[in-house]
């Protein structure tokens, strides 16, 4: 089964109006001018430059999206921001289920499937993030946390084309550490496993999972040539053109 490669960046709290403007159009000017690309390419800056970064990267094929979202679609929830809000910008997608958000505000995995269920309900891709800590690795029980975090995070009714999976082993996330190929291609085969499990066959092999931790231009092509890796979620590279943008050219002509 050939699954198309995703490209993905968190820009996470990062970047000003004209600085992530700038970052946006450099890699939307560069997807464009590829003919016929092989790979799609997502960026997710914070809410703050949505806006801005839609509208520079109009018709480019750039997928832009949030980095989280509400469950709720509108009401009394001050400071959130509905799916269907990000919707409205003309936005993509939505990430939900980043350890960071995971860790920083308690979020759940039943509160991260809510979320992505919102973000179907108005008509966005998500991107969902699971992924062990370093302990939970040490102890062995890598696989047996991503299976869970799968089971909670999943919404029962995902479609592969509308809902990506990101392994993000918390500890590989901005520490330049990353699993041995072997560790992420066991991982990124037992995901496919338990969601062929929970949501049959056909949607698991369509399914994209990315994989995500510290991929930099140096360690891309090995990482995203893994038979069960269909492209990686970016955090620091994504904030330089340049690495971005050598990530994903490990992706050409394939
Ligand atoms: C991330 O936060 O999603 C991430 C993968 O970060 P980094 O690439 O910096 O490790």
Known sequence: MTRRKLIAGNWKMNCYKEAGVSLA?????RYKALSTPSFDVFMAPPFTLLDAVVQATKGTGVWIGAQDCAVEEKGAHTGDVSPEMIKDLGCGGVIVGHSERRADHGETDTLVKEKAKAALRAGLGVIICVGETLQEREAGQALAVVGQQLKGSVPEEAEAGKVVIAYE????????KTPTSADVQEMHAFMRQTLTDMLGSETAQKMQLLYGGSVKPNNAAE?????????????????????????????LQK
């Open 25 to 29: 159009l450099e890699i939307a000017r």
């Open 223 to 251: 990482l995203l040539s893994l038979p069960d890796v269909d492209g990686a979620l970016i955090g620091g590279a994504s904030l330089k053109a340049d690495d971005f943008w050598a990530i994903a050219e490990t992706q």
């Open 169 to 176: 082993p918390v500890w590989a996330i901005g520490t330049g």
